[in-house]
């Protein structure tokens, strides 16, 4: 179960100022009815992350229960679209020791970070270890810089079997995996072609190391298709949670100056959820000079960093909560505390983090800052697909508030291609002249 | 060494619309100078921190070596200036594997999450721990209440021993901790009176759990003294580097509409560093409706994921880059890979990271974003040292700009005084009232 509690976006709690008037909320009814059907017929195409939900999960479940009784390490080599979303799927519903009491143990080379691909190494047996490399295009310089030299140590060290230890999950037809995979019968999977990668979670992108570390997938996408459900029959504003979502945030943005979106969870299971909605809000709406920013915090933690600024710095916030409604475990507070101390006597640390939440959205509440609850009764994989989905048909369906395409992300390709001119790839002759006239260092301050 | 480079802040290089023009910096000098004097005269009170890398760290020193030969685990229980310092310097120095191939193994009881509590409770072992609690005020919820079930599991296992797995690190003089552990011969750590949480990194709060964990603290003062030194002798803005980066960021803000600040280490190890500039810059400028919303991000990873926002989304954004010049290790793509990648062929991950930096920034400048990049010649105690000082100071310094009190954070208090309310605590009635006037669920949706 989640719920969504908007009472503290509305101005009958913060005022006109900073909150939204119900019958504001509802002047979109008629362009809420239009975009609603255009979205169902856009499900082949734009809005394919639709149709994930009802996927046969048959082919990645035997494969990954293949790799689970091989091996005691698996490494995820992606970044962005390709992480992400495993990531997420791994340390919400996985736990904070996985890796020190379970196998296989788990690692995402995303970074090109020498000291993070050394710390991964060390750890790391490379005849007990499966690297799953993924890329949809399949020419990534992250993810092709870490797996080239993850390939030369495969095949140095394990000859004629190092395939065995590779899984590729790429574009079905293109891109250097997709032709390197074939010509060396390497296991593939494939990332659907109508998929983006910040929308990619709930296909083998995401479904394929979540089965590996044990995460029932099906359960994930039984949520999604609830979450599809009630999406695709409810066209009330109201009543449809992925349209509220989009909605708040939107006019919050746009007629209120909430420019920043703050997502602050209270579970630490959650913080890399976080990171998925980041990458999903920020590369989905943020063009054409628009766009909130999506900003990540974690109570109560950033209630002693970040809780000042946002009652008392500029007005430009709109947060969304998360809480955790039931744990799998939970500690008290014991009675026999000295005096001082001893109105904790008897709560447990669920009870004050939750108290501590209600605190900040009262204090918030007197500082007429907007803000979102979305509570789910427990961490599981039915939870978070309903999650997951609310937030990417969210998303797709603020591309049309802001008359934007959300599944693109044309800005990126610019320092992409700078890159490739540093590094002396063939055909980028123009961008190192470009760079050059570009790029000076005229100010600088040097201290030994 | 570390290297300021702000050619990219300037109008030459960004335009005047987005950049800042030299003569406007400058206009900036009697203000200065004014100013300049004035944190001389304030070290003794306020500006306290500038005082603290002359400090004597022989007992910390020693206490430290102890605490290094008697336990295998060392438990820091602090939440915001008293625990995120100390996470900056773990990270930053210690390496990403320390728990797994080092003794005392370091964790941080901040949050009050059963699922992080009950995380470390599953590795620790009671007998070999030493448990820091560390508060200023001595009476922080969220370390209190993880202390009160440690102070009970310390005493049910280790009986008359369980005082010696104790140390506190607290006011001199007040609180609750600094009684508790005279009435019980606990040993401590005095914080300085004039200094507050987030400035107290480089007083006991921060030094140590660094010494605890090997970390060279005398190079830290060191670095940190010489930042103090440039930034007491050089009253011209240009060759005082906490100046320069104030006066930046504040005309950013001001002038240019830069209310967010983004920091970007192209560095995983700098990933708490920025956690710790979070809560300096946030809990210290942002008041009277005034301040930048300090936002973290990673290079590569976030360019993958925040990049196009920052290019094309809204022009609210000034990005600080750090960049680290050489590292320990290293691993170059080898030759004989296939053809369709080889323009990665002899390049190494170190390499690539920094490529895809400068590739980012002159993708940034043709989009006239303003940034600036930190370069430190390589990770050590005496650059990270020479960090803090300089954002300290650049903090103060800014205070005077905004013309608030960079060293209070009264907007924290109303959430905590309803959370007090919300437990029960004596003379919080009215609290409670007040909150039942302020907090109502009335808008909500739930999906099953």
Known sequence: MIRID??????????????????????????????????????????????????????????????????????????????????????????????????????????????????????????????????????TVETIANFAIILDVLRSELSERWNQHLIFTTDPEKGFLRKFGSENNIKMLDIPSHVGGRFSVLSPVGLFPAAVLGIDIDQLLEGAKKMDLICSIEEHIEHNPAYLIALTHYIANMRRGKTISVMMPYSEKFSSFVDWYRQLWAESLGKDGLGQTPVKALGTVDQHSQIQLYRDG???????????????????????????????????????LNKELLGTKAALIKSKVPNITISLDRISPYNIGMLIYLYEMATGFSGYLYKINPFDQPAVEEGKNFTYALMGREGYKHKLEEFEELYKERYKIEIQ
Do not use: W
Request: net charge negative.
């Open 314 to 352: 500029l007005r430009d916030k709109i947060i969304t909560f998360i809480q955790i409604e039931k744990r799998e475990s939970d500690f008290k507070i014991p009675e026999n505390i000295p005096e001082d101390i001893n109105y904790l006597s008897g709560h447990t640390l669920h009870e004050i």
């Open 6 to 139: 908007y009472t503290n976006v509305m101005a009958e709690t913060i005022g006109e100022r900073d909150g939204i008037l119900r019958e504001e909320l509802l002047s979109f009814r008629h362009f809420v009815v239009e975009t609603h059907s255009r979205i169902q017929k856009e499900k082949e195409r734009k809005f394919y992350f639709a149709k994930l939900p009802y996927q046969d999960t048959e082919y990645i479940k035997i494969v990954a229960q293949e790799i689970r009784e091989k091996f005691d390490y698996f490494v995820l080599i992606g970044i962005g679209g390709s992480s992400l979303g495993a990531q997420m799927l791994f340390e919400s519903l996985k736990g904070i020791n996985h890796n020190i009491f379970n196998r296989p143990k788990f690692f995402i080379m995303d970074n090109v970070d020498p000291d993070k691909f050394k710390a991964i190494m060390d750890i790391i047996e490379i005849e007990k270890t499966c690297f799953n490399v993924i890329s949809k295009s399949g020419s």
